[in-house]
């Protein structure tokens, strides 16, 4: 535990700071799928479309002017989705004594696709299966960056000071 005993307490600020840092990694990688999401789509080859580079140009260019506003939006349901259900399974497993950022991956990556399955079913008379196999791409993608927005607001939280620090 000697280990332990050269990080700084986790106060409050330092706890919000890492939200916020994981919230906003959250928008951008977001932003990136969306945008490699575009681009798979003009790459279709359909009646209407035009040359595949032009398609691509496009993609790419719907995907830079867009990026700001998206990652704005994705960075605060990524913020709300850490405070609701981030923040109580952080404040457990921290008061556990257990402050691994491979738990907070594997959190992470649990998290939203079960949640984003949750609020699918919510109000619809569907399945879990009917939901899975209409939407299975998204999942995966969903679960990769909140493994990376939970081992980053750990990573984050539970550094260890610089010497400016």
């Known amino acids: 535990m000697p280990d332990a005993m050269s990080r700084p307490p986790l106060t409050f600020d330092r706890a919000f ?32 479309s035009g040359p595949m580079a032009l398609e691509i140009a496009k993609a790419l260019g719907f995907s830079v002017l867009a990026a700001v506003p998206i990652i704005l939006f994705a960075s605060i349901v990524w913020l709300l989705g850490l405070l609701v259900v981030g923040a109580p399974v952080w404040w457990l497993t921290h008061g556990l004594g257990v402050r691994s950022a491979w738990l907070a991956a594997a959190v992470g990556a649990i998290a939203p696709p079960a949640l984003y399955l949750a609020c699918s079913l919510h109000g619809r008379p569907t399945s879990v299966i009917w939901a899975l196999k209409e939407e299975w791409t998204l999942y995966p993608i969903l679960a990769a960056i909140g493994a990376v927005v939970g081992w980053t607001v750990a990573r984050s939280a539970y550094r260890r000071p610089e010497s400016g620090e």
């Open 17 to 48: 700071i890492s939200l916020c840092v994981g919230a906003i990694w959250g928008g951008v990688l977001t932003d990136l799928a969306l945008t490699a999401y575009f681009i798979a789509g003009a790459t279709r080859s359909s009646p209407w």
